[in-house]
């Protein structure tokens, strides 16, 4: 291998790294002031400061998935596709529950203590369930799937390039890392949850061939769906 991919290489480990370490820490720095908006916030700033530092490199995030489809095709696949993610992720989520319930573990059942008190009683506060959908739609739907699918499954591919089973590592450390961020707020049941979902959403990230959009909508579904049902009190 030649230098020059040895140093692609490196440069690319380099920015995962960099980057995630700039999250946290932001994370950290700004949750005095920003509270339960903390993780929102930082993210955004990680995505504004990570697309600056990409165009100064002459890259832009459809290299990363958010590119421009083509023709009337692949914008009428969109919504199934963003469909059957979204029944990949139920359906893998409640056999995971029913399963660890059978051998008597029901922590994935229990609503996380951290997730009822980070945002406040939604249930019949419109402003506030507002608020919420359209900071889920910016930082989880596109934030969220721009910079663990699209830039950290990328980079990490372009890191272990020439290592066997690159792809799978690449899908799983980005899935960790998907979990523990939810960690802090969630506890186990959300670093479990999201961790199954960044599995899901990083194996269909390749299966559709790095397209960013299908991941974007069912993420954003989901959101929508979890925040709708406690508007509504239907408790689901």
């Known amino acids: 291998m ?23 820490i932001s994370k950290e720095v700004v949750d005095p002031f920003c509270g339960p908006y903390s993780g929102p916030v930082s993210l955004i700033t990680t995505i504004v400061f990570l ?3 990409m165009r100064l490199r002459g890259q832009s995030w459809s290299s990363m998935g958010l590119r421009t489809l083509p023709g009337g095709k692949p914008k009428l696949l969109l919504l199934p596709q963003a469909i059957l993610i979204f029944a990949a992720v139920l359906t893998t989520i409640t056999l995971l529950t029913l399963g660890l319930e059978a051998i008597d573990l029901h922590f994935m059942s229990e609503t996380p203590k951290g997730e009822s008190e980070r945002w406040g009683d939604i249930e019949g506060n419109l402003r506030l369930y507002l608020i919420l959908i359209a900071l889920s739609w910016i930082s989880a739907g596109f934030g969220e799937e721009m910079f663990f699918r699209g830039f950290v499954i990328t980079q990490l591919q372009n890191a272990l390039n020439g290592v066997k089973f690159a792809s799978v590592f690449s899908i799983l450390l980005s899935a960790l890392l998907f979990g523990y961020v ?16 960044g599995l899901i959403f990083g194996s269909f990230f390749l299966l559709y061939i790095r397209n960013l959009w299908p991941l974007v ?7 929508l769906l979890g925040f709708t049902s406690e508007f509504m009190g239907w408790g689901i």
Do not use: D, R
């Open 2 to 24: 030649s230098s020059i991919e040895n140093s692609k290489k490196l440069i690319a480990a380099f920015e995962v790294v960099a980057f995630v370490a700039f999250a946290l």
């Open 51 to 53: 697309t600056i530092y």
């Open 182 to 197: 939810h960690f802090y707020y969630q506890g186990l049941t959300g670093f479990v949850n999201a961790g199954v979902i």
């Open 217 to 223: 909508l069912a993420h954003g579904f989901i959101n």
